[in-house]
């Protein structure tokens, strides 16, 4: 069964960091790219960030860069990240997704990890 | 506000065939692929269109994509109280380097 499985939400203080990890399953997670999508509390779906197979290339939202790091471990099939300089406005559930693309039918999400920025 | 603009709300009665657009810009699709994804409160996302198009199996015939130069469309038809939930279209923007996702539609049925 495919499966992905994020840990490391919680509470942290503005100018706080924390890192999130996500545990793939059920397919070979190292031949994809890999996202971060998250969900404020009653707001739409926003894509985050995005890593290729071998964690070579990233992309990032304007929104998250240069605060944001994603990166891989294909050995332990995990996906990570790292959000430093949090904000109040990055409080939301995060997504990490194997997502569809052009060349690949696979598409599958997380059940999300709550993350609050607040003091 | 999102790149891709969508109503953030619509609604139908059971059996009716109902219509999300989803508007957005050259640099995303009107040259790149459009996904929809349907969402129930508290749950992840579930893939319900992939390239403009195509239905992921298990997905009934019921609900159908199209694109169109810079706006795409998701269409469900012999609507049913099950349809309820929220819709969102999600494309690669090549100016972003990103995917970008609509504002999402909250669908009723009446």
């Known amino acids: 069964e495919v499966q992905l499985v994020e840990s490391g939400g919680g509470l942290v203080q503005p100018g706080g960091s924390l890192r999130l990890s996500c545990a793939a399953s059920g397919f070979t997670f190292s031949s994809y790219w890999m996202h971060w999508v998250r969900q404020a509390p009653g707001k739409g779906l926003v894509w985050v960030s995005r890593i290729n197979n071998d964690g070579s290339t990233t992309n990032y939202a304007d929104s998250v860069k240069g605060r944001f790091t994603i990166s891989r471990d294909n050995a332990k099939n995990t996906l990570y990240l790292q959000m430093n300089s949090l904000r109040a406005e990055d409080t939301a559930v995060y997504y990490c997704?194997?997502?569809?693309?052009?060349?690949?039918?696979?598409?599958?999400w997380g059940q999300g990890t709550l993350v609050t920025v607040s003091s | 506000q999102s790149v891709l603009t969508q109503p953030p709300s619509a609604s139908g009665t059971s059996g009716q065939r109902v219509t999300i657009s989803c508007s957005g810009s050259s640099s995303n699709i009107g040259s790149n692929n459009v996904y929809w994804y349907q969402q129930f409160p508290g749950t992840a996302p579930k893939l319900l269109i992939y390239r403009n198009n195509q239905r992921p199996s298990g997905v009934p015939d019921r609900f159908s994509g199209s694109k169109s130069g810079t706006s795409a469309s998701l269409a469900i038809s012999g609507l049913r109280s099950e349809d309820e939930a929220d819709y969102y279209c999600?494309?690669?923007?090549?100016?972003?380097?990103?995917?970008?996702f609509g504002g999402g539609t909250k669908l009723t049925v009446l």
């Open positions: 999600v494309a690669w923007d090549d100016s972003l380097s990103g995917r970008v």
């Open positions: 997704a194997k997502l569809v693309g052009a060349t690949t039918e696979l598409d599958c």
